[in-house]
């Protein structure tokens, strides 16, 4: 779906073997692994994503109590990409049952190796781009007019480290919405990505292509809590900041910013140093 459509996460072809008998199917829904809709017979939970998200059922027969033990063994599991107003969501993870993001990154610290995984919704020509810089403490980049700058002046600025990666496989087997691709770095020795230096940490962004193919220089959204007329003084609130505002602080109700960004006029945009190309 787009960035905030309605999606319907429904249990309506779900089975009880052996049937409900005087009874009638009761439904448990959980997002991102906390529960949203409790047991009841609405056979379905209705959501607007804004970011990639899973979802996991459960079902059982109301006549089965009091201890429920025909309640689903498993469950069944959907996770959904998203496609923002400003491009392709993509997210690092593994397409797994559910949606799996601590495996975007792995690290082999016997052999000193890297290997990235991401997903992205849709399918992009020209797949996608990974970006990669260094941060040390205290840094996180610079305001510029209209974006934010991923150069850290203590680190290394955020540089093309994978450009045009090609579409990767199909993401609906594994119970991906369809059109998504899966994509993986493969194996990155120290001669494609070297360890960082003491002090200091790797970070790396990932944009998908835009339609024509080209590189999408807009790597998500910054909220780095400085004021729009001062990018050198931090604030939390819109009152530190006389004749600007604050950059990313204003949230939605659930506490999270809409695809990382911050919405209407203080939404600022990351960019990197130089674009893939």
Not at 94 to 108: H, K, R
Not at 171 to 192: D, E, K, R
Not at 208 to 233: F, I
């Amino acid at each position: 779906p787009t960035f905030g459509e309605s999606l319907r996460v429904s249990g309506i072809q779900s089975s009880i073997p052996g049937g409900c008998v005087n009874g009638a199917p009761e439904f448990q829904f959980f997002k991102n692994g906390s529960l949203v809709q409790d047991w009841s017979t609405k056979t379905f939970y209705l959501d607007a994503p804004e970011s990639t998200t899973s979802y996991h059922m459960n079902v059982r027969c109301s006549t089965n109590g009091p201890t429920f033990p025909c309640t689903s063994g498993v469950g069944a599991d959907f996770t959904t990409g998203v496609i923002t107003n400003h491009g392709l969501y993509a997210e690092f993870g593994t397409v797994s049952s559910p949606y799996n993001s601590g495996a975007g990154v792995l690290y082999n610290r016997t052999t000193q190796e890297t290997t990235l995984n991401w997903f992205s919704p849709g399918n992009p020509s020209g797949g996608g781009d990974v970006y990669k810089g260094r941060i040390v403490a205290g840094t996180k980049g610079t305001l510029n007019p209209g974006f934010w700058r991923l150069n850290a002046p203590a680190g290394d600025a955020a540089a093309c480290m994978i450009t045009n990666k090609a579409r990767g496989t199909p993401a609906t087997p594994s119970g991906m919405v369809p059109g998504g691709s899966v994509y993986t770095s493969g194996v990155l020795n120290q001669a494609a990505d070297l360890n960082p230096a003491v002090g200091s940490a790797t970070y790396y962004v990932i944009q998908s292509n835009l339609g024509n193919g080209s590189s999408n220089d807009e790597l998500g959204c910054a909220n780095p809590g400085v004021c729009s007329n001062n990018g050198a003084l931090f604030c939390n609130k819109d009152s530190q900041c006389t004749g600007g505002f604050c950059i990313g602080v204003t949230f939605l109700p659930n506490g999270v910013p809409p695809d990382g960004c911050t919405p209407g006029a203080k939404r600022l945009p990351r960019k990197p140093n130089a674009t893939c190309s």
